[in-house]
């Protein structure tokens, strides 16, 4: 079985400054799929970045990237030039296969506060 | 808003109660999925459907009991809950990789 795991239970920056988020997770598989969620309070999870775990170049979504370390099993989210409205408990995720039969595999979580 | 609605947003049952949740999704999705998300823990999968077909029940008791119509809809019939099956039930649908969540299900079981 998969597990991820979110060391971080809550962290505080101040805004416009860059914060990483850390994760790490254990599998056998090869072939795999790593997410990042947002859930903002009171308000839908929504997805913020993904990883296919064949691809060496880490992904990039304006101001998040990602630093997917295969050998090491780790998965950390750069916020950069951070916002108020990132705010929010971040999740990440494994999934396995193509197009998740198994679902989703999530950490604890982390509750990121952006400081005004 | 993800095109996944779930209704009703907050629930009250007792132990006895029988209820239902329900799931909508409006982006032609073939797979759909429940999650439970307790405080201080994971969210953990439930159920996992593929075109209307149950391909995955991660241990969860039978007093959960999934139902998917069609590929637009799935239930959560629930009955003699207990109070430790408080939590946000959340669904997901998906055609590929990446998982669109509803608000979630808020149930107190008293």
């Known amino acids: 079985a998969q597990t991820v795991t979110q060391s971080q239970p809550e962290m505080s920056v101040q805004e416009a400054e860059t914060v990483t988020l850390s994760c790490t997770y254990d599998?056998?598989?090869?072939?795999?799929?790593l997410f990042w969620y947002k859930q903002p309070p009171s308000r839908q999870m929504i997805l913020v970045i993904r990883?296919?775990?064949?691809?060496?170049q880490n992904a990039t979504e304006n101001r998040f990237s990602v630093n997917f370390q295969k050998a090491a099993k780790s998965f950390s989210l750069k916020i950069s030039d951070s916002q108020l409205g990132d705010t929010a408990m971040y999740f990440c995720a494994f999934m396995m296969g193509v197009w998740g039969a198994d679902g989703l595999t999530f950490g604890k979580g982390t509750h990121l506060i952006i400081q005004p | 808003e993800t095109g996944v609605t779930q209704t009703p947003r907050h629930l009250v049952m007792g132990m006895t109660n029988k209820k239902s949740l329900k799931c909508e999704q409006h982006?032609?999705?073939?797979?759909m999925y429940w999650y439970k998300q307790s405080a201080k823990k994971p969210l953990e999968l439930m159920f996992v459907?593929?075109?209307?077909?149950?391909?995955e029940n991660n241990s969860v008791p039978s007093r959960f009991s999934p139902e998917c119509p069609n590929s637009s809809h799935l239930f959560l019939h629930l009955h003699t809950l207990q109070p430790e099956d408080s939590a946000l039930y959340l669904c997901?649908?998906?055609?590929?990789?990446?998982?669109?969540f509803g608000p979630g299900t808020r149930l107190t079981v008293l």
């Open positions: 997901a649908s998906s055609q590929d990789d990446e998982q669109f």
């Open positions: 459907y593929n075109f209307k077909e149950q391909t």
């Open positions: 982006l032609g999705h073939n797979a």
């Open positions: 599998t056998s598989e090869n072939n795999y799929y």
């Open positions: 990883q296919e775990a064949y691809k060496q």
